[in-house]
């Protein structure tokens, strides 16, 4: 058996990261982010992706305000302790999807493409990786999904007609270190 190598190692110490210092993270930064993203294995070579960069903390906040009832609704139904607390965040007028972070990249789909979820999935994890790797924090915020039933916004965001949100994921430096979740071994059938 060999020693894990660096990527096992980021892999395994990704973190999604919800406290972000006031740290700004530079254009370059998040063009090798983008670029780490782009080179995810895609289904037949469409690369049907496209990424809207956001600093603008009016615009994150105002997706925020738009997204946080249309959750609120789905999770009222839910039983779980985790979602009994995320609920109660939702419901404070102070809480910010984003956890104010200082870069949201929203990952959009070409919707012609077949395999346009699985595709901006492995980019935006790429993405994620490579944030770690460079020492940042960064979380897909799933949430803001619901931003695609507003067409104002999308307008806004300059989404193309053909394009749908995937992947909305916060950047930035992480003001703590997330400790490791646990983990159940894989569930492995061998035939």
Same mark, same amino acid.
């Given at each position: 058996? +060999?020693?894990?190598?660096?990527?096992?190692?980021?892999?395994?110490? !990704? !973190?999604?990261? !919800?406290?972000?210092?006031? !740290?700004?993270?530079?254009?370059?930064?998040?063009?090798?982010?983008?670029?780490?993203?782009?080179?995810? &294995?895609?289904?037949?070579?469409?690369?049907?992706?496209? =990424?809207?960069?956001?600093?603008?903390?009016?615009? /994150?906040?105002?997706?925020?305000?738009?997204?946080? &009832?249309?959750?609120?609704? *789905?999770?009222?139904?839910?039983?779980?302790?985790?979602?009994?607390?995320?609920?109660?965040?939702?419901?404070?007028?102070? =809480?910010? @999807?984003?956890?104010?972070?200082?870069?949201?990249? @929203?990952?959009?789909?070409?919707?012609?493409? &077949?395999?346009?979820? $699985?595709?901006?999935? /492995?980019?935006?994890?790429?993405? /994620?990786?490579?944030?770690? $790797?460079?020492?940042?924090?960064?979380?897909?915020?799933? +949430?803001?999904? =619901?931003? *695609?039933?507003?067409?104002?916004?999308? *307008?806004?965001? /300059?989404?193309?007609?053909?394009?749908?949100?995937?992947?909305?994921? @916060? =950047?930035?430096?992480?003001?703590?270190?997330?400790?490791?979740?646990?983990?159940?071994? &894989?569930?492995?059938?061998?035939?």
């Amino acid at each position: 058996m +060999t020693e894990e190598g660096p990527i096992i190692s980021n892999i395994k110490t !990704r !973190r999604s990261v !919800r406290s972000y210092t006031d !740290r700004p993270v530079s254009d370059k930064i998040i063009e090798n982010i983008i670029d780490a993203g782009i080179h995810a &294995p895609t289904g037949l070579g469409l690369q049907p992706w496209k =990424f809207v960069v956001i600093r603008d903390k009016s615009i /994150m906040k105002q997706i925020s305000t738009y997204c946080k &009832p249309r959750l609120l609704e *789905q999770l009222e139904e839910a039983d779980i302790d985790t979602a009994r607390e995320f609920k109660k965040m939702l419901k404070s007028e102070g =809480f910010d @999807i984003f956890y104010n972070a200082p870069v949201l990249v @929203i990952v959009l789909g070409d919707t012609k493409a &077949p395999t346009v979820e $699985s595709d901006c999935a /492995m980019c935006a994890q790429n993405m /994620m990786l490579a944030a770690h $790797s460079m020492g940042l924090g960064s979380c897909w915020i799933g +949430t803001a999904c =619901f931003v *695609q039933d507003n067409p104002e916004m999308l *307008q806004k965001l /300059m989404v193309p007609e053909n394009y749908k949100v995937v992947a909305p994921i @916060i =950047f930035g430096y992480g003001d703590a270190i997330v400790a490791a979740p646990p983990r159940n071994g &894989p569930d492995i059938s061998w035939v």
